[in-house]
């Protein structure tokens, strides 16, 4: 994905967006030799995002904890003073939320086709230990 911008850069992916990904773990490696920072926020709860990560093996440099996904941006930013701050999701509120918090937008399928990332089936099995829809969850 490097078009001879600057390597010195953090990225940050929406859950979602990572989640769409073939290989999520390659995706990691493969953005490492190119930006300095690599991590993933959501609004989901913290065990969510760290249960697909570890399932996937994903090393992320940084994650959203508790906090909403413009708050986590905007942390994410302070902490890591690199050149450029990128944000891969996949809606339109998702790129509302990176422009309000200072963040350059990537759509999942532009980023994916600039670096040669496999996107993975839509339709797969939705993951059994993923919360969405259930109220017994803690």
């Not at 994916?112 to 993975?120: F, M, V």
């Given at each position: 994905m490097?078009?001879?911008g600057?390597?010195?850069?953090?990225?940050?992916?929406?859950?979602a967006?990572?989640?769409r990904?073939?290989?999520?773990?390659?995706?990691?490696?493969?953005?490492?030799?190119?930006?300095?920072?690599?991590?993933?926020?959501?609004?989901?709860?913290?065990?969510?995002?760290?249960?697909?990560?570890?399932?996937?093996?994903?090393?992320?440099?940084?994650f959203s904890?508790?906090?909403?996904?413009r708050?986590?941006?905007?942390?994410?930013?302070?902490?890591?003073?690199?050149?450029?701050?990128?944000f891969?999701?996949?809606?339109?509120?998702?790129?509302?939320?990176?422009?309000?918090?200072?963040?350059?937008f990537?759509?999942?399928?532009a980023a994916?086709?600039?670096?040669?990332?496999?996107?993975?089936d839509?339709?797969?099995?939705a993951?059994?230990?993923d919360?969405?829809?259930?109220?017994?969850?803690?």
């Open positions: 490097d078009g001879g600057s390597t010195d850069m953090t990225l940050a992916f929406e859950l967006a990572l989640k990904l073939a290989d999520p773990n390659a995706v990691f490696n493969d953005a490492r030799g190119w930006t300095e920072y690599v991590g993933v926020v959501s609004e989901k709860p913290t065990y969510v995002v760290t249960n697909f990560t570890r399932k996937h093996r994903v090393r992320q440099d940084f904890g508790p906090r909403g996904v708050e986590s941006l905007e942390n994410v930013k302070g902490q890591f003073e690199t050149d450029r701050h990128v891969v999701g996949t809606t339109d509120e998702d790129e509302a939320v990176a422009e309000a918090a200072g963040w350059e990537l759509p999942l399928e994916a086709e600039a670096a040669g990332w496999t996107l993975g839509e339709d797969e099995a993951d059994p230990f919360d969405e829809g259930r109220d017994d969850w803690p």
